[in-house]
C-alpha cells in the first residue's frame, strides 16, 4: 500500500535514484565513513542535514548532504536526530559535514 498526502511527498523529496546511491558509496570508497566504524557491508546513504532540512532546497540530495554509513551507525544516527536534535546539530553535524566534502584517495588495485 502506497503512503499518501504529506508522508508520500516526503519520501518522493528524499529518495534517491541507484546511480547517486552508487556514487556516493564509491566517492566514499564503499566503507562506513564513521571513524570509528569502516564497516564495508550493509551501506546506507544517511542525508546528515535529514530531519531538520528543507526537503524543498536542491542541496537535499546533493553530495555534500549524504554520507555512506552502515545499518547500524545509520539507526543510530537517525535516533539521535529525531529524539536528541540539539544533541545531533552540537557533536554530528559539522564533523558529518566535513567528512563528506573532504576529497576522498582512489585505492587502484593493479591489474595482473
Known amino acids: 500500500m502506497k503512503a499518501s498526502g504529506y ?4 519520501r518522493e523529496l ?3 535514484t541507484r546511480s547517486q546511491r552508487i ?8 566503507q562506513c565513513q564513521i571513524p570509528a566504524c569502516g564497516r564495508k557491508v550493509s551501506l ?11 526537503l524543498r532546497t536542491e542541496d537535499y540530495n546533493s553530495a555534500d548532504n549524504l554520507i555512506t554509513v552502515c545499518r ?3 539507526s543510530g544516527l537517525t535516533l539521535c536526530e529525531i ?3 540539539p544533541l545531533y546539530r552540537a557533536f554530528f553535524l559539522a564533523p558529518l559535514l566535513r ?14
Open 44 to 54: 546506507e546513504v544517511h542525508h546528515i542535514k535529514g530531519e531538520f532540512a528543507d
Open 14 to 16: 528524499k529518495a534517491l
Open 23 to 30: 556514487g556516493i558509496f564509491d566517492r566514499d570508497n564503499f
Open 7 to 10: 508522508r508520500a511527498n516526503l
Open 72 to 74: 547500524d551507525c545509520h
Open 83 to 85: 529524539n536528541h536534535l
Open 99 to 112: 567528512i563528506a566534502s573532504a576529497p576522498k584517495i582512489k585505492l587502484e588495485v593493479p591489474s595482473q
